[in-house]
């Protein structure tokens, strides 16, 4: 026998209470592993290879406001504006769904293509969309969502613009952060909506990441005191401000955290004092038969850590096989896309069980150590 | 059995032929005072006592007589309010808790008497786990835990858990336990308090053995005249003090 032996025997000692323990942590763990994963995926929006060379200009006063398209020569001749091209939320209702989880976007596919750097689409297919005026290139996880093919049509109820669009797939994207949206020419929704002059943002490319600052300097400074004055920012910015939309979201998850690591910590601590207590016994005589305070230390503190740490790992891995494994598109309908479970989540995660275990371990070695052999043997069985 | 200083005499216990050797437990106004709420409670009132090597010394007197209390401090589980204990010349009372701790593992073997042993480790298992804390390796802690075993005439159950052994096997690991380190003094509170008349007769057996075939120091706590008669010499207690 060694130690450890002893350790794990004793940990193991009563099965249901170890097992209902494990249990315990690791579903609590899982559920801190999925939290702090929706926090995430809530408010750091994934990033894409080129984000940082692309800018959206708006207007200055609201996102819902339009801005005027005689804009585009203006910002095209802006040094270091490698590509631009008006980029209009449509906003539609696909197939009358209540909720529909993809973004359409009105563009203009000649000037959209360079700022296209991560998709991938066959040239043949983004030729045939940019000829047809009616027709649109769609994501492929909405294109697998949907088991649609090219030819098919897709229809959408205009429920921000008065007027329905009905399109036909020419091409298909893949390869983006996020391949779900749909794009369809600029003109088009022009055409639909009777106004030819105006767009709802500004979608650009910059030549460097060095240039960005400068161009979003000159483009809102290019439109000062005009009757449409701008704001332009980085494409990590424009998201980051929806994400500020959710600051209440994000402190409530943080508040749930919490509960969950206050509950762990409950849970942890009872039971660490439940299986001390009742070898109040037993620590007497060891200590009687020549063991120390710190070695009845290291036998609880090592007891409690092992059982936290194992629920930790079985929870956190539960978690990661679930959401790696598990289609969190279809499973949420489209509204997570990524539900990433980093190294960084599982490391935090592991890092509260194992500190809760040590920390649950405390009070009941601290009253061992306090404990005299005397009062220690005289405890009832 | 008093001499002149107070102190009880293991020699005239013992018979008085025995040549005098340097007692192996020197007590010398040992005082226990317990604080009960507001008052205090004399458990030891300067209790002094030598104890030769190899004596098997049985402790009696009534319940709250103090007999226990004097076996706790002699054995280094309690501390007294004033007074000295020294085994083997070592003054017990000058020991800081981490060394007395050692001094346990080293010097002295428990035998409770509800055996005490842990219920989820074999009777082997149980009677190494003060081979643990020595820098003996497996092997040689594997041959001291069997010849203690053997020597209490379990060798044959050494992988059984306490559950599956009877009352007088479980006592006859835990005097196993107390012996595989090798002490000088054996310490038995109560041992067959809890066994039958053939069980407390065979434990009392193997402790009077230890103290006459092995030259162990027995000292051992009981109300039963029959068990008392194992040991070579009786100390009763009353109300603190030894009155015979």
Redesign the interface.
């Known amino acids: ?3 450890w ?2 350790i794990l ?2 940990a ?2 009563n099965p249901r209470r170890s097992l209902l323990t494990v249990s315990s942590v690791a579903v609590s763990a899982a559920l801190l592993t999925s939290m702090m994963t929706l926090q995430r995926e809530l408010t750091v929006p994934p990033e894409s290879e080129g984000a940082s060379l692309r800018i959206i200009a708006r207007n200055k006063v609201s996102l819902v406001q339009p801005l005027p398209a005689r804009q585009l020569p203006e910002i095209e001749r802006i040094p270091g504006v490698v590509a631009v091209t008006p980029f209009t939320y449509f906003g539609g209702q696909y197939n009358d769904e209540e909720f529909t989880s993809f973004a359409q976007f009105a563009v203009e596919p000649r000037r959209f293509r360079s700022l296209l750097v991560e998709g991938r689409v066959s040239d043949g297919d983004y030729d045939a969309w940019e000829k047809d005026r009616t027709s649109c290139m769609v994501g492929r996880d909405t294109m697998k969502r949907y088991e649609l093919k090219v030819g098919d049509r897709m229809r959408f109820r205009g429920t921000f613009y008065p007027c329905d669009l009905d399109l036909k797939i020419a091409a298909v994207f893949e390869g983006t952060v996020d391949d779900r949206g749909v794009f369809f020419h600029h003109k088009l929704l022009d055409e639909l909506t009777g106004d030819l002059g105006t767009v709802g943002t500004w979608y650009l490319r910059v030549e460097s990441a060095e240039k960005v600052p400068e161009v979003i300097s000159r483009i809102d400074g290019q439109f000062a005191n005009t009757a449409a004055e701008v704001r332009a920012e980085s494409e990590r910015a424009f998201q980051m401000g929806f994400v500020g939309m959710l600051g209440n979201v994000s402190a409530l998850i943080r508040t749930v955290n919490g509960v969950i690591v206050f509950t762990l910590a409950l849970v942890s601590a009872s039971t660490m004092s439940m299986a001390v207590r009742e070898r109040f ?2 620590m007497a ?9 710190r ?1 009845l230390l290291g036998f609880i503190l090592a007891e409690g850590f092992g059982l936290s740490v194992l629920g930790g790992a079985l929870g956190i891995g539960g978690a990661w096989a679930a959401w790696t494994l598990l289609d969190i598109q279809k499973l949420t309908g489209g509204i997570f896309i990524v539900f990433e479970v980093t190294p960084r989540i599982m490391a935090s995660a592991g890092l509260v069980a194992a500190v809760l275990g040590v920390v649950s371990s405390l009070a009941p070695a601290i009253s061992v150590g306090r404990m ?3 009062s220690g ?1 005289k405890t009832l ?1 | 059995m008093s001499d002149g200083d107070g102190t009880t005499n293991a020699g005239m216990a013992g018979g008085g032929s025995r040549p005098e050797a340097a007692p192996i437990v020197r007590v010398r106004s040992l005082s226990k005072v317990y604080r009960q709420g507001d008052i205090d409670v004399t458990a030891l009132n300067s209790v002094s006592v030598d104890i030769q090597p190899g004596e098997f010394v049985v402790l009696m007197g009534p319940s709250g007589s103090g007999k226990s209390t004097l076996l ?1 401090i002699v ?1 280094g ?2 501390r007294p309010t004033s007074g000295e204990v020294e085994v083997q010349g070592i003054n017990v009372g000058n020991l800081d ?2 060394d007395l ?2 001094w ?3 010097y002295v073997g ?1 035998v ?1 008497q ?1 055996f ?1 042993l ?4 074999t009777a ?2 149980n009677v ?3 081979l ?2 020595t820098r003996l390796g497996r092997s040689q802690r594997r041959a001291q835990v069997r010849a203690a075993l053997e020597l209490v005439g379990l060798g044959d159950r050494m992988h059984h858990r306490p559950d599956q052994l009877s009352g007088g096997q479980q006592q006859r690991v835990a005097i196993a ?1 107390a012996l595989v380190t090798d002490p000088v003094l054996v310490v038995a509170d109560e041992p067959t308090g809890n066994l039958d008349a053939k069980s407390a007769s065979d434990v009392l057996g193997i402790l009077s053995s230890l103290a006459r075939d092995a030259g162990k120091t027995v000292i051992m706590v009981t109300h039963d005249p029959k068990a008392a008669a194992f040991g070579t010499r009786s100390l009763h207690l009353e109300k603190g003090e030894i009155v015979s």
């Open positions: 026998m060694t130690p032996t002893f025997k004793n193991l000692r016994r037993e005589v060891l200590k009687a038969l020549g063991y120390k305070r070695d005299s052999v005397v043997l069985d | 706790h054995a589980i309690d808790e981490s701790a050692e346990r593992n080293q428990f409770f509800s005490n842990i219920p989820v480790l082997a298992e190494e786990l003060p643990l804390l336990r």
